[in-house]
Structure formats: structure tokens, C-alpha cells
């Protein structure tokens, strides 16, 4: 069954309130999904409230609903200080928006996640770089290819520098609308179209998602 980490509500800029993406990802045969709305010191109570007065709802579809979130567009050197808060506010996962070349996200963005060990996820890293990727292993932030159109252009240039640095990787849809979440087959698809191999494509779709959701639910 599929594992999601990183999706968007009406609580941010997705289309569906968490309950009915949640629906969504039964239907379409997923076991975990994160919610992961777009956040910053301003809505981190609100998101991180509001979305896990669904989770016990969820459950009973046999849906594992994990509320995280996803710090995007902070000064990087301000990151830190917001995952920190978000930790303390109870945020599960921790996802921030990387340096995808299809926005303005601030330099060193991705260096600031791939330094910080409280950081679960660096979505979209757009060109980061190998130094950046051998951080990431270290810290074990896991990086992400994406399904997502609009960053997906540097899916490659991600897995050469994850491969060549260790650094684990993980499938995500970065889901808007109920549209854009993905089959395992679809995931399997992405992976491989990265460049990665048979196995290191299971890694990502399977085995890295299983164990972050462990990690989660072992905090
Ligand atoms: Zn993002
Ligand atoms: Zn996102």
C-alpha cells in the first residue's frame, strides 16, 4: 500500500479540508498519508490544531493521518527557530519547501534543512548540491524526488547527488488536489524515471517511507 508525506489542505493552499483528501488516499489504496500545509511562524498553531481533529476520523478507514508540515519560504537562517517551534507545537513531520527552480526560495535554504537533524524531509531540492546531499546523510534528512510537475524537472540532478552522497530518498506527490495523489506503480514510475535502479526505486517508495513513519510514531 502507498505511503504519502507530503500534501496540502484548504488549510494551506490545497483544494479539500484534511478529511476528504483523507477519503481521497483510502480509496486510492494508501495506509499512511502526511499532511503537510505550507507553514511559518504565523499558522503553525492553527495548521497543526486543526488538522489533527481528523485524525481519529481517519483512523477509521485504517488510515495512518500524520500531521506535519511543510516551513516554506523562511529565511533560512530563521529555519532552525521555526522547526523548533513546530516541534514544540506538535508537528509529526517535518518537511520544508526546498530550492525548486520554479521559485524564488531564499539560497541556502536546502543547507539550513540538510544541517538540522529535527528535519524529516527536504521536498523539491532543485540543483542542490553534493555537499548539501552529504549533510543530508549525516543528519538524515531524507530528500525527495517528486511527482509534482512544477518541480519535478530536477528529479535526476536529485537522485545523482543522493546516490553519490548515501543519502536516502523518498516518493512524494506534494498533493494539492485529490488529482495528483499517486498509485505505488505511479511511484515506482518516478523513481525509475529519476535514474534510479529497480531496488534503489523500492527504497524510496517502500522501505524509506515505512521507517519514517516508525520514526514518527516512536517520538
Ligand atoms: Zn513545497
Ligand atoms: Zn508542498
Given at each position: ?26 480509496v ?22 486543526e ?16 500531521v ?65 546531499a ?45 488529482s ?40
Amino acid at each position: 500500500m502507498r505511503i504519502e508525506l507530503h500534501s496540502h489542505t484548504l488549510l494551506s493552499d490545497g483544494e479539500l479540508i484534511p478529511i476528504e483528501l483523507a477519503r481521497r488516499a483510502v480509496v486510492k489504496g494508501h495506509k499512511a498519508l502526511a499532511i503537510t500545509d505550507h507553514a511559518s511562524l504565523s499558522n503553525l498553531d492553527r495548521l497543526i490544531f486543526e488538522a489533527k481533529k481528523d485524525v481519529e476520523l481517519a483512523a477509521e478507514w485504517g488510515l495512518d493521518l500524520i500531521v506535519g508540515v511543510e516551513i516554506t519560504h523562511v529565511p533560512a537562517r530563521r529555519i532552525d527557530q521555526v522547526v523548533k517551534e513546530a516541534r514544540k507545537k506538535g508537528a509529526e513531520l517535518i518537511v520544508i519547501h526546498g530550492e525548486t527552480v520554479n521559485e524564488p526560495v531564499e539560497k541556502d535554504t536546502n543547507h539550513a534543512a540538510v544541517s538540522n537533524p529535527e528535519v524529516d524531509i527536504l521536498a523539491h531540492p532543485g540543483f542542490i548540491t553534493l555537499e548539501e546531499a552529504e549533510l543530508a546523510k549525516r543528519n538524515d534528512v531524507v530528500l525527495e524526488i517528486t511527482s509534482r510537475r512544477s518541480h519535478n524537472p530536477t528529479n535526476g540532478h536529485v537522485a545523482r547527488m543522493a546516490l553519490e552522497a548515501g543519502a536516502r530518498m523518498v516518493v512524494n506527490t506534494d498533493a494539492h488536489d485529490p488529482s495528483d495523489l499517486i498509485t505505488e506503480e505511479t511511484a515506482l514510475m518516478v523513481a525509475r524515471a529519476a535514474g534510479l535502479s529497480e531496488k534503489d526505486a523500492r527504497m524510496a517508495v517502500y522501505d524509506v517511507p515505512e521507517e519514517l513513519v516508525r520514526r514518527v510514531r516512536g517520538r
